[in-house]
């Protein structure tokens, strides 16, 4: 079949805004909730282990049913953010959420207080619910009183999340001004970004100085509110809910050991010469003295070569094939099932993501495609994600989303197995630089990127309660790029805005390491996989398959690896040095 640019269908989850089954999706979860409260006064500590699974049958039936409504809000929000219809179920789904949340709040807070005795009684029979019950009760130390997490639940919704929806609003209705053949051009980020690649080094200073013009016209009031939503995180995380610090809040629920996560971020520190040492080489391929910030993902060979979205498919698809056909066949369900929504169209939301709603549902996968290799390996990332989530579909609501750590590493690996594809098949050596050039821009946005984030962030908390203004934020950003490209480039002054327009600082503090770590990981497992052959791909495919129905570290260690020891991190770092002396 011909794969066409396309949208995707919501169907599968509700018809429309006025649908009969969105209405009673709503007085459904009224209904099992009502009568999930029954449940309050029977829960004791000597209650029969059967009578504890059903509890946990019912709840997970109320979460499903949660998860398509919040899905379908959020997906057709992402579709058109300037749908006033969609708003308005985005809003209405969060407080109604919120509030079945406090509703149903009194059983994790007194599975949270139950005794360890009777804890370990009930989770050896609660089967496929075993870890999230585990992983629930790592939350002891920092569950405040049922009245207190009441609150908290209510105050997010007009609050912090408020907060956030309505820095999406803002910076998705953005419209970026740039010549372009000498016309002016008015553009969406997504258009802005493309040109970041362009062979022109005037064209892709442009975009970038286009970007940072409307960024630093509202950066003080973007600023603002990103000293809001870290005060409000320390005030809740670290006053509230006694985290030893901002980031702990994060690793607790990635359930990633901060030793581990300090390793990583330690290792990074150490290894930033590699990425100096290859902007120094690029330089000299592009024909440049030096590279300006704006050069670093220029293109280096003139291969120009664009992919219709039909030929982007099939490559990625005979790519996932040589690998796994069963995983090539997961990845055609999303097309199969129009889950694909690859339109550039205004107020549509920029970038790419992967969604996954219930375990049995095929993911819904967002890309913005417009031809260029860099959208076939974007679109082989976001397949691959779906891929890990249908791969889990065997366990419960609950345990088959992998944790954010792990959640990198199928698309990631993905990415990987159709770059080796292509290499592989490429007897154009400008074509074979291109790529390897790529992987290494790549590299750079996943790991180092990534991890300069993820340290600018730690002191941004630091800083803000110490009541730094948005000016100062801007000038440690600024010192914090000095420190990850030294003198390998030139930094112009206007890039001290750029954190403004990073969503996921604002969405998800600390949520950008699990980028690092994943491709990390990937680029340790790949190592495995080139020493192994056919021997590693049923332990990839477990590693996989456990989505996240077990902590990150036991899943890891039973593949042979220890994410507590600097040497594993070193090892990823290992691969990208090989592939600068390659170039």
């Not at 100096?276 to 670093?296: E, H, P, T, V, W």
């Amino acid at each position: 079949m011909a794969y066409k640019i396309s949208k995707w269908s919501l169907a599968p989850l509700y018809s429309g805004y006025e649908s009969a089954e969105l209405q009673s999706a709503f007085d459904m979860i009224e209904e099992q909730v009502t009568s999930f409260e029954g449940l309050r006064n029977k829960l004791n500590p000597d209650m029969p282990a059967d009578q504890f699974v059903d509890v946990m049958r019912a709840s997970e039936e109320t979460a499903r049913v949660a998860n398509k409504l919040y899905s379908f809000a959020g997906l057709s929000f992402t579709a058109d953010t300037q749908d006033q219809k969609a708003q308005s179920l985005q809003n209405r789904v969060l407080q109604f959420l919120a509030e079945v949340e406090n509703r149903t709040l009194f059983f994790s807070l007194w599975w949270k207080e139950l005794d360890g005795d009777n804890a370990k009684r009930l989770l050896d029979a609660s089967g496929g619910y075993r870890y999230y019950l585990e992983a629930m009760r790592l939350y002891k130390p920092h569950t405040l009183s049922e009245a207190e997490e009441k609150i908290l639940n209510i105050k997010n919704v007009t609050g912090s999340n408020a907060l956030v929806n309505l820095y999406d609003s803002i910076t998705n209705r953005y419209v970026f001004k740039m010549k372009v053949n000498g016309k002016e051009k008015e553009m969406t980020s997504a258009e802005l970004f493309s040109y970041r690649y362009s062979t022109d080094p005037k064209v892709r200073a442009e975009s970038y100085q286009a970007q940072f013009k409307v960024l630093a016209n509202d950066g003080p009031i973007l600023g603002q509110m990103y000293q809001t939503r870290l005060r409000d995180w320390h005030n809740e995380n670290v006053n509230l809910r006694k985290f030893s610090g901002p980031i702990a809040a994060r690793n607790l629920s990635n359930d990633i050991p901060d030793e581990a996560v300090d390793a990583l971020l330690g290792v990074a520190r150490k290894n930033v010469n590699i990425f100096q040492r290859y902007f120094n080489m690029k330089a000299k391929y592009i024909g440049m003295k030096k590279l300006r910030r704006y050069d670093i993902y220029a293109p280096v060979a003139r291969a120009k070569k664009t992919y219709s979205f039909d030929e982007a498919v099939n490559m990625v698809l005979d790519a996932f094939n040589g690998f796994e056909p069963k995983v090539a066949d997961l990845a055609k369900r999303v097309f199969d099932e129009s889950r694909i929504d690859s339109e550039i169209r205004k107020g549509k939301s920029g970038g790419a993501f992967c969604w996954s709603v219930v375990p049995e549902m095929t993911p819904w996968v967002l890309v913005n495609y417009q031809g260029t290799g860099r959208e076939v390996a974007t679109l082989a990332h976001e397949l691959g994600h779906a891929i890990h989530a249908m791969l889990a579909s065997h366990h419960n609501t609950f345990t088959f989303h992998s944790s954010l750590p792990l959640a990198e590493t199928a698309s990631t690996f993905a990415e990987m197995v159709l770059i080796d594809k292509l290499l592989t098949e490429e007897k154009d050596e400008s074509v074979r630089r291109d790529i390897l050039f790529k992987q290494m821009d790549d590299a750079y946005a996943t790991i180092m990127r990534q991890s300069y984030f993820a340290l600018f962030e730690k002191q941004a908390h630091e800083m803000v309660q110490k009541n730094a203004s948005a000016d100062d934020l801007a000038a440690a950003y600024l010192e914090n790029l000095k420190e990850q490209f030294g003198d390998s480039l030139e930094l112009s002054d206007e890039f001290k805005w750029e954190w403004v327009g990073i969503p996921h600082i604002y969405h998800t503090p600390f949520y950008v390491y699990a980028y690092a770590f994943g491709q990390l990981l990937v680029l340790a497992l790949y190592q495995q996989f080139k020493a192994e052959g056919e021997s590693f791909k049923p332990k990839y495919l477990r590693i996989l398959s456990a989505g996240g129905s077990e902590a990150p570290e036991k899943i890891l260690s039973e593949a042979g690896i220890n994410i507590r020891d600097p040497k594993f991190w070193q090892g990823g770092f290992d691969v990208l040095e090989k592939l600068v002396s390659e170039l």
